[in-house]
């Protein structure tokens, strides 16, 4: 079984409870490009240059066509 691409390390975010503090609970967050907004993704094409092809890959999925470099 392979992971989704991801664009940054997953980080471990605390659950907070109704007053806004910080619980023993937590969960991971998985940065992957398919749950990224499009608008993020088309910034990030410029920035990260060794993520490009798969961020080429997820907005041509979507239909979108990628800014020229």
């Not at 910080?22 to 990260?48: D, G």
Request: charged share 30%; proline share 6%.
């Amino acid at each position: 079984m392979n992971m989704a691409p991801k664009l940054k390390a997953s980080t471990k975010e605390y659950i907070r409870d109704k007053n806004n503090r910080m619980t023993n609970r937590w969960y991971i967050k998985h940065y992957t490009v398919a749950s990224t907004p499009t608008e993020e993704l088309l910034s990030s094409y410029r920035t990260l240059p060794r993520k490009r092809n798969v961020i080429k890959r997820e907005l041509s999925k979507r239909g979108v066509s990628t800014p020229s470099i």
